[in-house]
């Protein structure tokens, strides 16, 4: 990040989190145990930390041991803390899922869930990335109080992972009910209202997971450990009595949903303290992000019931189109493509 190399990490993470997510459903699909399942975890994590060092020490030509001041060592343990903290906060949002499925529902709900997240779960790879890619930049301008700027990328880093959050949330509640039956079959499909509800809980985390990696870039992130590892406590009580008052799986993860509103409030309010005019949050963006996703869950009925992958496939492209023309502004639309095309 120091050096403005942050994508690196995050294309080393996203490929080793998509081998490692798909060597788990291929282990699911063969009836191996969890045993399995973990070492592969635990390989992927190996791969990752060897690769980031290779890269690190290519990529970085002051890169090497030294001996630290009493201070630094200090500085960096105290932020080190908070970012293990978040860390912790991150992993148990990410796995709160699949363990309470495990607990409270059985193995075969873990593997019709994994199969059936695995679309939204690459896609939060992807908002990683988005907001790491900018996150450098945003740095520099907080840290220099260039505060104008500092807004404006705080802005565009917002609707472009809104965007692409927006995009895959829609396509997966309209079509991946064809996709996990194409490549797993239909009794590995964890049912519409449970899709929809995975949908909306991806789109969730992944606003909540933006917004620390803005507070990261400020130095900033412990108050949002705090409010993070409540709102996920409260959000498996919530889910655990939401499954065990009505029996289901979508009102479980609509539990969750409500538990972690915390994290959806508390963030964007330490983010916009990281400026003394503060930092508002986009309400077009995202009041225009509520209506493709209405329109998604709309059109998602009608199109299972019809089973026409050629719709299916039509529908999706129509509502990627949609987020990309409604929710980013034209000036965000014009810094992306000028970016690129200067690349």
Known sequence: MAVNRGYVLMLVTTLSLTLVNLGIVLAASYGMGLATMALLTCGGSLLTGVVTFLAVRRSVGWWR?????GDEVRHVARYGAWINGWMFVTTLMLSTEVLMLSVLVGPEAVTRYTFSAFAVQFAMSMCLM???????????SLGARRTAEAAELIRVTRELVLTIA????SMNILGNAAFVTLWAGPEQFIG??????????????????????ILESGLSIRGAVGIGLLSSLVAIGTGASAYLLTGGVPWMIVGLIVGRLGMSF????FVGRLQPSGLGYPMRPLLASAAVVALSVAA?????QTGNLV??????????LAALVAIPSPDTLRRVIGRSLRR
């Open 300 to 304: 998602s009925g009608h199109l299972q």
């Open 130 to 140: 988005t907001a790491s890619a900018l996150a450098p930049t945003i740095a520099a």
């Open 65 to 69: 041991p030294a001996r630290p001041t």
């Open 192 to 213: 519409p209202g449970a899709n929809v509800c995975i949908s909306l809980a991806f789109l969730q985390v992944a606003l909540i997971r933006c917004d620390a990696q």
């Open 311 to 320: 719709l299916t496939v039509a529908g999706m492209t129509g509502l990627a």
């Open 166 to 169: 927006t995009m895959a949330a």
């Open 266 to 269: 508390a963030l964007p309010v």
